[in-house]
């Protein structure tokens, strides 16, 4: 099996940073495309950034020059760097990774627990 783990959320005031980091372990062959998503109370779970095995990076609009996405391949880790943080990033961010269990299988989605974030304006 796959475990995603995610760590360093927590509260901010507006204007500050947070670093995300998401770590994948257990039998996984690769890893392309892995991403953060995040969702807001009474809202639909929505793309915040991705990068895919070979370091192409894609950002959400709304964190377009605030956000950073990267990625330690050797450890199977991702990270998120946010900074200028909004009351409108208030969200539980969740990373996610296509896994390949073996040479011969299709990639899986996984999903972490989830890390809240608070923006405190």
């Known amino acids: 099996q796959v475990q995603l783990v995610e760590s360093g959320g927590g509260l901010v005031q507006a204007g500050g940073s947070l670093r995300l980091s998401c770590a994948a372990s257990g039998t996984i062959f690769s890893i392309n495309l892995m991403g953060w998503y995040r969702q807001a109370p009474v809202k639909q779970r929505e793309l915040v950034a991705t990068?895919?095995?070979?370091?192409?990076?894609n950002y959400a609009d709304s964190v377009k020059g605030r956000f950073t996405i990267s990625r330690d391949y050797a450890k199977n880790t991702v990270y998120l760097q946010m900074n200028s943080l909004k009351p409108e990033d208030t969200a539980v961010y969740y990373c996610?990774?296509?896994?390949?269990?073996?040479?011969?299988?299709?990639?899986?989605?996984?999903w972490g627990q989830g890390t809240q974030v608070t923006v405190s304006s």
């Open positions: 996610n990774a296509d896994v390949r269990l073996d040479w011969g299988s299709k990639a899986v989605g996984y």
């Open positions: 990068i895919t095995g070979d370091g192409r990076t």
